[in-house]
């Protein structure tokens, strides 16, 4: 066989193996997410309010004039 048929053998070879590893992992983490649970017994929640006496800036100081 010359260098070129193995080379072109080697690279189909290399791209079903990537594919195979991409596939598999896709597969895996898609499987992982439908079965998880999520326990939120010691979560904690944080709520802060922003207050309506912010300032605004205007068009011309945002650098849009």
Do not use: Q
């Not at 189909?12 to 895996?28: D, I, K, N, R």
Request: zero cysteines; a positive charge; hydrophobic letters at 40%.
């Amino acid at each position: 066989m010359n260098r070129g048929r193995l080379r072109k053998i080697a690279l189909g070879a290399l791209a079903a193996a990537s594919l195979g590893v991409t596939l598999f992992l896709t597969a895996g983490g898609i499987a992982h997410a439908g079965t998880t649970t999520s326990d939120t017994s010691n979560t904690t929640t944080v709520i802060k309010n922003i207050g309506t006496n912010a300032p605004e800036s205007r068009l011309d100081e945002a650098g849009w004039a």
